[in-house]
């Protein structure tokens, strides 16, 4: 596919309380380019269609390579990384670039996906091994259950199971399939699973896993192929059987 | 922080569990007896007698099957609520299942709603006798048989593909084939239930 010009179409916004609006760009084409590399050729020179000088388009990255996150946002409407996205297999033009809609904008491109951390702070995402004293080697973690969790480990936070899940919004308190899935990933672990019930009981509240509707879109938009509706459905068991322990043993 | 938020948890697990048992429950019961219709208007009517005569019909009626329902009902609103449907730029089977869900939820609703004036509490208020005869009667305009047939089809779908969200939701079905799977089967599931129900309606005709 021959072209001369890779015709963008960008949502744009200038701060995060003024309105969004849309600009439109013609970059010169050149083989192998990303949307990254698009916009970074945009910035050499920031002039719109209409032939205006106007602000370069603010859009965060890092990696490079899909393992970061930080560069996801809506192509053609679908959520997904700016880096992997590859011009000479986007078909459809103009290539409509918006931030994620479940994030606060802050500005064009980039959106703050803070809350997902602090989803992760709230379901200790993390192993405990610090003490005031030497505690030794850890038990080792069973190369069956690794070579799963390591799946699970892929996860970025990048945000794009939310941006597809219908029961994650400002309606809903549910806070989605990520945090949920590094639940799964740190009662996996021979060390994380010390604070089993501590994890489990921070998502049997309000927006917790029973707010999941089983839609399933989040497992097919992670780029990651993280099998995060089977995370659910696995912790589904545990918190049911936790929950009438919590109950019986009161 | 409020009683509700309090027991979030065991208030989610008891929706999916009603909705199943015993709602899911009496919604067989209800098209298998149904279906008796297909054998003649003695036949139908012997099994209504025969329900109508259960010990302790009434304790049965209000707290194994009107209260279970309320509750569902109810809650379930609030669910429906709070999702915001993405079918459209997300059309995947499993989105459009779930979208369906919550559609069928509310025409559900209102059917079983009118469903429940008509041939029960009016019945119990103004001594309508419920038999064969009333239902021809009930069914004989082709509105409110078209009205059935849609309320049917409607709580067959939402029994059937919430049967399949129940065995995920308890954490029975936990692998992609296994949930797969069960996808089929509450399928065939959904098509044998509304043939039953639908074969029980035109019974009526």
């Known amino acids: 596919m021959s072209r001369e010009f890779i015709h963008l179409k960008v949502k744009r916004q200038d701060t995060a309380e003024t309105s969004a609006y849309w ?4 970059i010169p084409y050149k083989p192998n380019m990303n949307v990254v590399s698009v916009l970074m050729e945009l910035r050499k020179n920031p002039v719109n269609v209409e032939g205006r000088k106007t602000n370069p388009v603010v859009w965060e990255c890092n990696c490079l390579e899909e393992v970061c996150g930080a560069c996801s946002m809506r192509i053609n409407g679908m959520p997904r990384q700016a880096c992997s996205a590859l011009i000479d297999k986007i078909e459809k033009s103009p290539i409509v670039l918006e931030p994620l809609h479940k994030f606060p904008v802050i500005r064009d491109l980039k959106v ?8 992760l702070r709230k379901i200790t995402g993390w192993v405990n091994i610090d003490g005031s004293w030497e505690l030794g080697r850890g038990p080792r973690f069973p190369e069956k259950d690794r070579q799963w969790a390591y799946q699970l ?3 970025m936070t990048c ?6 899940c219908p029961n994650y919004s400002e309606r809903s308190p549910f806070i989605g399939p990520q945090a949920i899935n590094q639940v799964r990933l740190f009662n996996a672990h021979p060390i ?6 501590k994890r489990l009981d921070a998502i049997m509240g309000v927006g917790g896993i029973t707010d999941c509707g089983n839609a399933q879109n ?7 192929e993280i099998p995060l509706t089977v995370s659910i459905a696995d912790l589904n068991k545990d918190t049911t059987l936790y929950g009438m322990k919590r109950w019986l043993y009161k | 922080m409020s009683v509700l938020e309090k027991n979030h948890f065991f208030i989610r697990k008891l929706h999916s569990l009603f909705g199943v048992i015993p709602v899911g429950l009496f919604l067989l019961e209800h098209l298998y007896t149904n279906s008796f219709a297909t054998q003649g208007a003695a036949s ?19 707290f194994l099957i009107i209260l279970p329902i309320l509750f569902h009902a109810f809650y379930g609103l609030y669910v429906v609520y709070i999702a915001k449907n993405n079918v459209l730029r997300y059309s995947y089977y499993r989105n459009w299942a779930f979208y369906l869900q919550r559609i069928t939820a509310l025409i559900t609703l209102v059917f079983v709603l009118y469903h429940l004036w008509a041939l029960r509490i009016s019945s119990a208020l103004l001594g309508t006798e419920v038999t064969f005869n009333t239902m021809v009667q009930h069914l004989s305009n082709p509105g409110m048989f078209a009205f059935y047939v849609i309320g049917l089809l409607s709580a067959t779908f939402h029994f059937a593909n919430g049967l399949w969200a129940f065995f995920i939701n308890w954490g029975i079905a936990v692998g992609v084939k296994a949930q797969q799977v069960l996808g089929w089967v509450t399928g065939i599931l959904f098509v044998i239930l509304s043939i039953m129900g639908l074969q029980g309606l035109f019974a009526f005709l």
Request: hydrophobic share 30%.
């Open chain 1, 23 to 26: 600009e439109e760009f013609k």
């Open chain 1, 112 to 119: 703050d996906r803070q809350v997902m951390f602090d989803y």
């Open chain 1, 153 to 155: 480990s892929r996860c």
């Open chain 1, 159 to 164: 945000g794009c199971c939310l941006e597809s």
């Open chain 1, 192 to 197: 994380g699973q010390m604070d089993r019930e």
């Open chain 1, 218 to 224: 989040c497992a097919r938009a992670c780029p990651k």
């Open chain 2, 44 to 62: 139908y009517n012997s099994k209504i007698e025969f329900l109508q005569s259960l010990s302790y019909v009434l304790y049965i009626e209000v």
